[in-house]
């Protein structure tokens, strides 16, 4: 439930709500608004006396909340939610459309810091590089796991842009947290719950990829189990969805992004080079996640796709990057944002 705090409220007179709150053995979570304050009651509330909190002074009314991921839903939260990334506190969900590239995976010290140089001149907010890969075969490239940590830090220190990079165990939250900005959830991991709980006490950023064959529902309640433990900045990743479909890896439900946007106030990001599989449709893709409300879009390049060492494919090189970003400029204005 929510309790709803008449505007003009004092600081006493909301911290005698959660306290009484506490009393009743719910977790309070409250929200400052510009112009009155919310407090987000989670728990069992059978054994609450709502009466008791209802006339506790300047309160204006309890509401349920019905949806049940609870700290993630609009129902909670009107406003959208930013999340600042990075050195320089890039919001993602504020008005500005932000973009975060680089390859599928840290293979070299040299092949990575060519890249983020190229990444940081196309004006990305972030770098992306998995270190740590979860690979569909065991006999793929498993990423040079703490060197790749370094070697993304050496990275992010040279351009100031935001690391961005997955955490695929609860052992390697806190290393993994000591290099980067943000903390990647992978498709495979987005129901791993010690996970999710793990990085909810990380103290940074995480972005959470949907899982190959998750609804919306269940997307939603992995962010929970991150909010719950204790870390509110969520970003929400579509990066496409397992189907029968076989011209492309995965499909990309675009209409995802103004469904997660009406149920969610956390920032929604869409991968379209995992969501599509191939870089001739990525693109495309990028243009229409900007027009369908994405707050930025995470896209995989490498200087030699043909090379890669995981994802080649789908990767767009530097100069196609570069090629792109006109376009989706122009579709962020046309919607009213800037990029
Ligand atoms: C990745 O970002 O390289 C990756 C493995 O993504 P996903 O978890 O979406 O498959
Ligand atoms: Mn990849």
Redesign the pocket.
């Known amino acids: 439930m929510i309790v709803v705090m008449k505007p003009g409220a004092s600081d006493d007179q909301v911290q005698h709500v959660i306290d009484l709150v506490r009393d009743f053995g719910l977790k309070d979570h409250p929200i400052y608004g510009t112009d009155r304050t919310v407090i987000a009651c989670i728990g069992d509330k059978r054994a609450v006396d709502k009466g008791a909190i209802e006339t506790a002074p300047m309160v204006e009314r309890i509401v349920p909340i019905l949806a049940p991921y609870k700290m993630a839903s609009t129902e909670v939260k009107q406003t959208r939610t930013a999340i600042e990334v990075g050195p320089d506190k890039f919001p993602i969900g504020g008005n500005s459309v932000g973009l975060i590239a680089g390859p599928?995976s840290v293979e070299n010290r040299e092949q990575f810091l060519r890249v983020a140089d190229a990444v940081k001149a196309t004006g990305a907010i972030g770098i992306?590089g998995?270190a740590y890969?979860?690979r569909t075969s065991p006999y793929s490239f498993q990423g040079l796991q703490e060197e790749g940590l370094e070697i993304l830090a050496e990275a992010g220190r040279n351009t100031g842009l935001a690391i961005v990079t997955?955490v695929v165990s609860v052992e390697t939250v806190d290393v993994v947290a000591a290099h980067a900005d943000v903390l990647?959830i992978?498709?495979?991991n987005m129901q791993h719950y010690p996970l999710l709980e793990a990085v909810g006490k990380a103290g940074k950023p995480i972005l959470l990829?949907r899982g190959l064959s998750a609804q919306l529902d269940e997307f939603l309640l992995a962010a929970e189990y991150i909010i719950n433990a204790g870390n509110p900045d969520v970003i929400l990743c579509e990066?496409g969805i397992r189907t029968y479909e076989k011209y492309v890896r995965n499909t990309l439900p675009l209409a995802s992004v103004p469904e997660l946007n009406e149920r969610s106030h956390l920032p929604v990001v869409v991968?379209p080079s995992?969501g599509t599989g191939h870089a001739h449709l990525v693109p495309a893709m990028c243009r229409a996640a900007i027009a369908a409300g994405a707050d930025a879009l995470i896209i995989?390049c490498h200087a030699d796709p043909e090379h890669a060492l995981?994802?080649g494919a789908q990767c767009l090189t530097p100069d196609a990057l570069a090629g792109l970003t006109g376009s989706l400029k122009r579709i962020a204005q046309a919607i009213g944002r800037d990029m």
């Open positions: 599928c992306r998995g890969k979860p997955e990647q992978g498709a495979r990829k990066r991968d995992h995989e995981s994802d």
